[in-house]
């Protein structure tokens, strides 16, 4: 729900004044339109996952997003399942994960 809709005085309006917001990145932004552009096969890891679509495509760039930020990093989601095998990197410690939470 956008922020201006939001009764001004709930609870849900504190949370949502909480929140940090990043920009898009032009490199982040190149690479998830190559990635349109060849069918969903420039990465391995996208690959098993999902099939290209515009929801794929911003599944892909909120998680790009993510993994370069400094950590703790939560992402609010209504679909918390791609965007949880999204951002799973193996070799990153334990004690860093991203968080997706379910709205």
């Known amino acids: 729900m956008p922020y201006e809709l939001v009764?001004?005085?709930?609870?849900?309006?504190?949370?949502?004044?909480?929140l940090r917001t990043s920009a898009l990145r032009q490199h982040i932004a190149r690479f998830v339109g190559r990635i349109a552009c060849?069918?969903?096969g420039a990465?391995?890891?996208l690959r098993p996952h999902l099939m290209f679509s515009f929801r794929v495509a911003i599944d892909a760039v909120v998680a790009a997003t993510a993994?370069?930020?400094?950590?703790?990093?939560?992402?609010?989601?209504?679909?918390?399942?791609d965007l949880s095998r999204l951002v799973e990197v193996p070799e990153r410690p334990?004690?860093?994960?991203?968080?997706?939470i379910h709205l």
Request: aromatic share 2%.
């Open 7 to 18: 009764d001004q005085g709930s609870a849900q309006a504190e949370e949502y004044r909480t």
């Open 38 to 40: 060849s069918g969903g």
């Open 43 to 45: 990465s391995d890891r």
């Open 67 to 81: 993994l370069e930020l400094e950590r703790p990093v939560v992402l609010l989601t209504s679909d918390p399942d």
């Open 94 to 100: 334990k004690a860093q994960p991203i968080a997706v």
